[in-house]
């Protein structure tokens, strides 16, 4: 059974840092695309950055130069680094693997923006 738990989001003020971690079990995690979401209430769950198993990374515009997308295989962890935080990026951040027709979720993290 694979399962994915998201970790290290909370509260932060304008202008700050968090990193937030998913952590796998249950299958090969090197063989994954990773992808970060986000959601708020009333909106559909966007694409926030993308690591492929080759580490090819892309990230959507309104985060380019802010967050930073990574992968420890032999942890079976990915990564998102946030920095320079703004009260829009306020949301619940979900962790996604796939590969094929498997795709996964996490069960999300609350990442609040504000002073």
């Known amino acids: 059974q694979v399962q994915l738990v998201e970790s290290g989001g909370g509260l932060v003020q304008p202008g700050g840092s968090l990193r937030l971690s998913c952590a796998a079990s249950g299958t090969v995690f090197a063989i994954y695309d990773i992808g970060w979401y986000r959601q708020t209430p009333g909106k559909y769950r966007e694409v926030v950055a993308n690591?492929?198993?080759?580490?090819?990374?892309n990230y959507v515009d309104f985060v380019k130069g802010r967050f930073i997308i990574s992968r420890d295989n032999a942890n079976s962890t990915a990564f998102l680094q946030m920095n320079l935080l703004k009260p829009e990026d306020t949301a619940v951040y979900y962790c996604n693997i796939r590969r094929g027709l498997k795709n996964y979720w996490g069960q999300g993290t609350q990442v609040t923006v504000s002073s």
């Open positions: 690591i492929t198993w080759s580490r090819v990374t």
